[in-house]
């Protein structure tokens, strides 16, 4: 089993669920996060002045998967959740040792 977490831009959320789904990946988790990597923040400017906008609004998310689907989910984020412009996000694979589903006591290894 693998633990499949991306950072995305929070407007890519819909198209990388609907990408998902489409692989016959249902469950996942979102949270909202902020932070920054190459792209470095905004610069804006307000009423002569400049302001700094260091940490970018982010959405996080976690997808756990049998490890043979592994390639198909990593794959359906890249593709749905990429514009082509800095900021697009990041993905990070990790190795699970196991789960227990809570209702059942039913365990995967």
Same mark, same amino acid.
């Given at each position: ?12 959320l819909?198209f %990388?669920?609907?990408?998902l #789904?489409? !692989? @016959?990946i &249902? ?5 909202e %996060?902020?932070?920054?990597? #190459?792209? !470095? @923040?905004? &610069?804006?400017q307000?009423?002569?002045? %400049?302001f ?11 997808v ?13 984020v ?5 514009t082509?412009?800095i900021?697009d996000?990041?993905?990070f694979?990790l ?11 039913e365990?995967?290894?």
């Amino acid at each position: 089993m693998k633990l499949i977490k991306a950072i995305i831009r929070e407007e890519r959320l819909p198209f %990388v669920q609907k990408a998902l #789904e489409e !692989k @016959g990946i &249902h469950g996942m988790s979102v949270w909202e %996060v902020k932070g920054r990597g #190459e792209q !470095k @923040g905004l &610069h804006l400017q307000f009423r002569g002045g %400049v302001f700094a906008i260091d940490l970018l609004p982010k959405v996080c998310m976690e997808v756990f998967v049998p490890a043979e689907k592994e390639n198909d989910a990593v794959e359906a984020v890249i593709n749905s959740a990429r514009t082509g412009k800095i900021g697009d996000g990041r993905i990070f694979v990790l190795p699970v040792e196991g789960s227990t589903r809570i209702r059942t006591g039913e365990v995967e290894v």
